[in-house]
């Protein structure tokens, strides 16, 4: 994951600057530009961390494993390849809005075709892991939640995951693992079962000092999320519009 500067609050321009380099706004930008740079590698890198939830939302819709696999294959294909992203709205798109408007309409207009054209060995398969889509699909419970929600759960899910792998590696390389892995349950609210007492006696360190990791782990937590979160949108504002609308898409049952 390419590390962007903390998005910042001082003034339009800084924001401007920041989101001008981030990947979903390069991307669209490039493409309805006519740009000869490349921008395959940020949208593959894109498409890489995001392919779950569009194939939890596939298999929601009722696909078999078999067809959701080759069908999400099949639709991110079509992405790098037919040049289809010239189709989004530079001033509004969200990539993930943008990500679940276009495989509705691949499903309905153009799978079939897509299909045809990959048995006929005309499509270039992506590096995706695919294959360990339905592996985690098992897991999910078995609920009455439309494609639509569990694809926003997902998303969500796999910003936070996508947070919580940055910030183990970045304490890793520190050389701060141990602590991590003691503290990191703090971030979901586990400061109730676990008192700070019992954390910092095992790795022999303050009560006063565990609450000061604590509390950087949580603020560069929040960080690393909105770094995260400003690769798939095209403004600031849009990123405390998604922090919003992804903690009620978790809250909600």
């Known amino acids: 994951m390419t590390d962007q500067t903390p998005i910042k609050t001082d003034g339009s321009n800084r924001a401007n600057r920041v989101f001008a380099t981030t990947q979903w706004s390069l ?8 740009s000869r740079h490349s921008t395959k590698e940020a949208l593959e890198e894109l498409c890489e961390n995001y392919w779950y939830p569009l194939y939890a939302y596939v298999r929601r819709r009722g696909f078999s494993p078999d067809e959701s696999s080759d069908l999400t294959q099949s639709f991110f294909t079509h ?17 993930r809005t943008f990500l679940l408007t276009s495989l509705k309409n691949f499903i309905s207009n153009q799978w079939r075709s897509e299909k045809t054209q990959k048995r006929g060995g005309h499509l270039k398969k992506l590096s995706l892991e695919i294959t360990r889509g339905e592996d985690k699909y098992s897991l999910e419970p078995i609920d009455t939640t439309t494609p639509e929600t569990l694809f926003a759960r997902r998303w969500a899910m796999t910003l936070l995951g996508t947070t919580i792998e940055r910030l183990e590696e970045e304490y890793k390389s520190s050389g701060k693992l ?3 892995e003691k503290i990191k349950p703090y971030l979901v609210g586990a400061n109730d079962k676990v008192p700070y007492r019992e954390v ?3 790795l022999d360190m303050t009560e006063n000092a565990i609450k000061v990791a604590v509390h950087r782990l949580r603020k560069r937590c929040g960080l690393i999320l909105r770094e995260e979160i400003s690769q798939t949108v095209m403004s600031e504002s849009e990123v405390d519009e998604e922090l919003r609308e992804m903690f009620a898409t978790l809250g909600s049952k």
């Open 200 to 202: 910092s006696e095992s």
């Open 79 to 95: 992405l790098l390849e037919k040049n289809s992203i010239e189709h989004a709205d530079r001033e509004r798109g969200r990539f």
């Open 178 to 180: 141990s602590l991590f």
């Open 27 to 34: 991307v669209v930008a490039a493409a309805q530009n006519d």
